[in-house]
């Protein structure tokens, strides 16, 4: 794939993130395409960014709606 034993190991323990050039590697590798990839690194990381700023995004008040 092009990339080290430790970038591999340091995506699989969370420790590192997709990038659109990884993205471009595991799609020819698992013959999907980089947005496959790109997707899920993009619902991860809103999901965690959710969790850290959840009180915070909450206490935004909505726009009304004329």
Known sequence: MGVSRRAVAA??????????????RLARVFHTT???????????????????HQEEYTRITPLKVA
């Open 11 to 24: 995506l699989l323990q969370e420790q590192r993130g997709v990038t659109p050039d990884l993205a471009h």
């Open 34 to 52: 980089p947005e496959v990839w790109l997707t899920m690194q993009q619902a991860v990381d809103v999901r965690e960014t959710w969790a850290t």
